[in-house]
C-alpha cells in the first residue's frame, strides 16, 4: 500500500513540474509581429490559481468569420498568439486548436496576466505565416 502512495506522490510531482515548465514557456515566448487578427467571443473562462494557469474557450465573434479561424486554428495549434482585451492591453497565451469542436480554440496564458469574461470579445493576433523555400 505504501508503494501505492509513493507512485501517486511521484505521478503528482511530475504533473506539476510539467505544468511549471509550460507556464514558463508561455510567459517567456513571445511571438513575432502579428499580421492576421480575427475578432473573437469567449465561450467559458477557467483559471486554476493553484497551477497558476488560465483556461478560455473561445470561437468568432462573428459568425462569417468562422472559416477563417477554423483555417487559422488547424495551421498554429500549439503555437504562441497574442489577443487583446476591450481595454487594449494585450497578453500573450498558448493556442490551440480544439479538433473534436468545430471552429473552436483555447488559449492557455499565466492566470492573473489578464481577465477574460464568458461572451466577452477580444481580438486574436496570429503570428506570420511561414513560407517555405
Known sequence: MRRSHVAAALEWLLVGVTLTIFRNAIAQERPGPAT????????????AERLGVALVTFHQANQ????????????NDGVSVEFETSDGRSQTATLFRLGRCFGRGLLVFPAGSARLMPRQQFGLRFPPRRTSG
Open 36 to 47: 492576421t487578427a480575427v475578432l473573437c467571443s469567449t465561450l467559458e473562462v477557467k483559471t
Open 64 to 75: 462569417s468569420h468562422g472559416p477563417r479561424l477554423g483555417e487559422l486554428l488547424r495551421q
